[in-house]
């Protein structure tokens, strides 16, 4: 007689399964887990013994022992990486197959223990009251929906299409503008600057467009302009760096990585661009005005070009203090030409080849000191902000043609800061500071986004920028941080410590001060609660720069004192120029180009 | 242990597979300075014709056998079992690709794009569960898709949602539905692949998002049954439109219902409709002047989506490739990043002017608002519709399923204890 299976019994074996299955895929979990830890933190070919390996071998690349070694090195690092791939896959597929052990035990235990159904209990009629309710939660999950929509488009709407539209519209009236300036005066230029005949230009060279949609293309894109230097403070001018491998060590009187040396004809205290393989300066005295291209390899003065005659140029250099000379502000590039500014209001731009393009004077500028805000790109837009007493304005001309783009007036007094560029995740802002506002500008077309007034004085230092804040500084004025957007507002302020010729530099958490009397300070960005300050003793007229993690400050001495971009100070070193210096650096490709008084250095490995 | 504590454990260490995604290869070339050339990457060569064929057969093979399991074996344990094969074949087998789910997709790119050549395997996997469904309801669904079955396989403890989460949530496919239309016919992305959450588990990779919301939506599942096939699945919105129009629908009861009241807990999808023999205490003028009333504010829905479709349509454009990479060019300052982004990089190399992606992206934008506006204007059509519908007048006296919503899992029939004859009720 067959024996009858006990339910309960199987049950209870199918339990014990489950339980056993669900033991094993735990510790498969586990082992799972650890081994994906291992592999999340394992960075198998930046390990210390493959660095120092690598570094040896590239003092000895001949080494073949070590080549070898490498390679093993690598090899192991390899087998390592994906043994532990093939662990974590093996694994899913045993921890899928106990999981289905699992679903099998629970399905067939419910087969087992099916039971008839209890009769429900008696049930109150509620279907048409449901179905009015109903009703209103679809209706107010419609609402729901649109609002939420609403809200999602109000903070993320950014007139992107209308951007687009006028931008390309810009780029198709430029074309035309070029080719009417062949002929005669552009359209453009009429309705923007009519009113002001020292804005024409004379278009003395190539103007180095091609016909068509390539020439619309002539400007760099961001990422091109982050590999290079093209302004003062750097990209945008805001003091940051986007690129590693910074020197920290050098020496000018040994020539300790120093790769060349070469003295600069004429005196300025611009500080240099770079592009790709060319450096830009300019020096002036009270006769003669010259920008300079050096080769970035060898120092090499590849041209050396003199601005004179240009329509409009007052026939003696203005009277300006010693310390601002007849070239204070630094060029800018855009990888297609070099511009530079004068004392005077002469304004140029030469191709790479040292080839004028284009020429104009801007007007003597009304400056007690003597003009000194630097150039800033934006796209294939000259900026130049001239800040002078009277009839302070700022100005879009056409890298290309010189013409003018737009015109923007303000009504502050004269001041000595250079425009950054800055973008706001939103859009881009082109910011100035002078007494009494910091304002911020469409870069396009110079209509004005937002002003605070708080900043007053003499102003020289340029603003920075970082996460949302942009921070302003002047001496006998406070250091002010604002939280920009149509109705910016001044988060914090603080006078303990202030500059009148440094400019700030700001990372997303902290700002840094260095005041010209050679103090740093650290502040908590978004509180300005002061996290340190450091007493360097020296004079200091060059703006620290933010690179790599790390601020670089050159001090009056041609010391450049590099301190870590934290809360606690630590420095990192005190490399020697050798002369003095007042130029910011400018930090390229594991290089660093710094202006003495005299000579323009390389600092590099 | 309890069972109950059991599902739970087994699911949590489910979602620890997801560590298996990272298993990426996120190891740069080695560096040979040998002149040793890098092998191209090879591309994985489309499925044979042959195998693509079968895969159709399979399908039509699989509904035919499921339909005649849900209309005319009616049983549980026959849905069960083709659930199991269709979750290895389609699923683990086929990695989940191609299915019918995301074959919306690609129906609409071809309709969109003259250039887009769609396959014909696509077009079967799109029509032949549509067919079906005309013709036995959601069978489909029951036996054959591999999301829908593996979900099924965990819904141990199924809750009732209650009416009114049912209708909110009800309105979610309808939205996906329209995003996934919307972004597959501007050549945007196949959202509906992009996010699919069980991919990842045939296919043993998959983002570590993708495999958290398919954890959230397994463990979930153990007490809302088949939560992505009611309320995310669009391919699901067409076949509850379809199947209420199915010629041959599974019913509770073979017979003459007899009332016992047995099947009205069994469905975990909550897809019965009780009998109703109740009046409406509103008067029937007062429901009929509603109707009206809605029926002349469905135009306006339809306006009123539409009009934030079109408020919206730029951040809906955002994910478009031409779209974010004008907005990429457009910032001087693709501020904080120090390497360049992916798509600098080839637009560099393309040989394209800047105005020209401006202007492809502007032409995008353009469809985007014409997107978005149709968009907004069939979920206000949706929600119109779907009030609409909840305002007719209803008389019902059995229980019987949603022939919208019902998934045709034959577990209510396994509650009903009346046979074919009705002589023999089991009792």
């Given at each position: ?73 690598d090899l192991l690092a390899r087998k390592a990486y994906f043994t532990s791939q ?289 150039l800033m790109m934006y796209r294939d837009l000259l900026i130049v902000q001239y ?171 041609g010391i450049m004192h590099i301190f870590k971009a934290d809360k606690e100070f ?36 | ?427």
């Amino acid at each position: 007689m067959k024996e009858q299976k006990n339910p309960a019994s199987t049950i209870r074996l199918l339990r014990q399964i489950a339980f056993v299955s669900i033991l094993f895929a735990a510790i498969l979990c586990i082992l799972i887990l650890v081994n994906w830890f291992q592999l999340q933190r394992a960075d198998p070919l930046n390990t210390p013994v493959l660095k120092t390996t690598i570094e040896r071998l590239s003092n000895n690349p001949d080494d073949q022992q070590l080549r070898d070694q490498l390679r093993t090195l690598d090899l192991l690092a390899r087998k390592a990486y994906f043994t532990s791939q093939w662990q974590i896959c093996t694994g899913g597929y045993l921890l899928l197959i106990s999981i289905l052990v699992v679903v099998i035990c629970l399905k067939t235990i419910d087969f087992i223990q099916k039971k008839i159904p209890d009769l429900p209990g008696a049930k109150t009629d509620t279907f048409w009251i449901d179905r009015k309710i109903n009703r209103k939660w679809v209706a107010f999950t419609g609402i729901g929906i649109v609002l939420i929509s609403l809200v999602l488009a109000f903070f993320t709407h950014d007139e992107l299409g209308k951007m687009l539209g006028e931008e390309n519209s810009r780029q198709t009236d430029t074309i035309t503008d070029q080719g009417l300036t062949k002929n005669g005066p552009s359209s453009r230029q009429n309705n923007v600057s009519r009113n002001s005949d020292l804005l024409t230009p004379v278009t003395t060279g190539d103007t180095n467009t091609k016909p068509g949609l390539q020439a619309l293309n002539d400007f760099p894109t961001w990422a091109e302009i982050i590999e290079n230097y093209p302004s003062f403070r750097g990209p945008g001018g805001n003091g940051v760096v986007y690129q590693k491998n910074i020197p920290t060590n050098w020496d000018g009187k040994t020539g300790k990585n120093i790769k060349w040396k070469t003295t600069v004809p004429l005196p300025g205290y611009n500080s240099p661009v770079v592009w790709n393989d060319r450096v830009f300066l300019s020096g002036a005295n009270e006769t003669k005005r010259e920008v300079y291209s050096f080769d970035a390899s060898t120092g090499k003065i590849l041209w050396a070009a003199r601005v004179d005659k240009i329509p409009g140029s007052p026939e003696k250099a203005p009277a300006v203090n010693k310390e601002t000379g007849q070239a204070a502000p630094t060029l800018t590039t855009d990888g297609r030409r070099v511009y530079a500014i004068f004392a005077n209001g002469d304004l140029v731009a030469f191709d790479f080849d040292g080839k004028l393009i284009w020429a104009r004077n801007l007007g003597l500028p009304a400056n007690h000191y003597g003009y000194s805000s630097s150039l800033m790109m934006y796209r294939d837009l000259l900026i130049v902000q001239y800040d002078q007493r009277g009839s302070a304005f700022v100005v879009g001309l056409s890298g290309k043609t010189g013409e003018t783009v737009w015109k923007t007036s303000r009504n502050v007094k004269v001041s000595w800061a250079s425009p950054v560029v800055i973008h706001t995740g939103k859009r881009t802002e082109l910011l100035l500071a002078a007494e009494p506002f910091v304002a911020a500008y469409n870069p396009a077309n110079g209509k004005e986004f937002w002003k605070l007034d708080c900043i007053s004085g003499e102003v020289g230092p340029s603003v920075a920028y970082a996460d949302g804040i942009v921070f302003s500084v002047n001496d006998y004025s406070k250091l002010a941080a604002v939280q920009i957007g149509e109705t910016p507002k001044l988060l914090w302020e603080n006078s303990d410590y202030l500059s009148d010729v440094p400019s700030p530099v700001a990372s997303d958490k902290y700002v840094f001060l260095l005041t010209s009397y050679g103090t740093a300070v650290c502040y908590d960005a978004k509180t300005g609660a002061k996290y340190w300050e450091h007493d360097f003793e020296n004079t200091t007229y060059a703006s620290p720069v933010l690179a790599d993690g790390k601020i670089y400050a050159m001090d009056k001495q041609g010391i450049m004192h590099i301190f870590k971009a934290d809360k606690e100070f630590s420095l990192v070193s005190e490399p020697k120029l050798g002369e003095g210096s007042v130029c910011t650096p400018a930090m390229v490709n594991g290089k660093i180009f710094i202006r003495g008084d005299k000579n323009l250095y390389c600092v590099g490995k | 242990m309890s069972k109950q504590k059991l599902v739970i454990i087994l699911l949590l260490l489910l979602t620890v597979q997801a560590t298996s995604v990272f298993a990426v290869q996120r190891f740069p070339k080695p560096e040979f300075e040998t002149g040793y050339i890098q092998p191209e990457t090879q591309v994985p060569s489309p499925r044979t014709e042959i195998l693509a064929v079968m895969d159709v057969v399979v399908l039509l093979l699989s509904l035919s056998v499921i339909s005649w399991i849900v209309l005319k074996k009616r049983s549980r344990n026959g849905v069960f079992l083709m659930s199991v094969f269709s979750l290895i074949y389609f699923g683990f087998y086929r990695e989940g690709c191609i299915c019918a789910i995301g074959s919306i997709q690609n129906i609409t790119l071809a309709l969109f794009d003259y250039n887009y050549i769609l396959p014909l395997t696509v077009i079967a996997f799109f029509i032949i569960p549509l067919v079906f469904t005309l013709f036995f309801g959601r069978t489909f669904c029951a036996g054959v898709c591999p999301f829908g079955a593996m979900q099924d396989m965990v819904a141990f403890r199924p809750q009732k949602l209650g009416s009114r989460l049912n209708a909110i949530l009800g309105m979610v496919p309808y939205i996906y539905l329209g995003l996934a239309v919307l972004y597959a016919a501007t050549g945007t992305d196949f959202i509906i692949c992009r996010y699919d959450p069980f991919v990842g588990i045939f296919r043993f990779n998959a983002s570590f998002s993708m495999f958290v919301f398919a954890g959230i939506l397994l463990l979930s599942g153990i007490f809302i049954a088949r939560p992505y096939c009611r309320f995310l699945c669009p391919y699901g919105v067409l076949l509850n439109w379809v199947s209420r129009f199915s010629r041959r629908h599974i019913t509770i009861t073979p017979a003459e219902c007899i009332q016992c009241r047995l099947c009205e807990d069994s469905c975990p999808y909550d897809a019965i409709d009780f009998p109703v023999t109740s009046r409406n205490p509103e008067s029937r003028q007062v429901m009929v002047r509603k109707l009206m009333l809605i029926c002349t504010l469905i135009p306006f829905l339809i306006v009123a989506g539409g009009w934030t479709g079109i408020r919206l349509h730029e951040t809906l454009a955002g994910v478009n490739g031409k779209v974010k990479l004008a907005r990429q060019l457009l910032d001087p300052a693709t501020l904080r990043i120090q390497s360049e982004p992916f798509e600098i990089t080839a637009y560099k190399s393309s040989g394209k002017s800047q105005m020209q992606v401006n202007e492809e992206a502007s032409v995008m934008l353009k469809r985007f608002y014409t997107g978005g506006w149709i968009l907004g204007g069939f979920i206000g059509l949706m929600f119109g519709v779907v009030i609409a519908g909840r305002m007719l007048n209803i008389w019902r006296t059995d229980y019987v399923p949603n022939k919208g919503t019902c998934l045709s899992c034959t577990r209510c029939v396994d509650y009903c204890p009346v046979k074919s004859d009705l002589s023999k009720v089991n009792t």
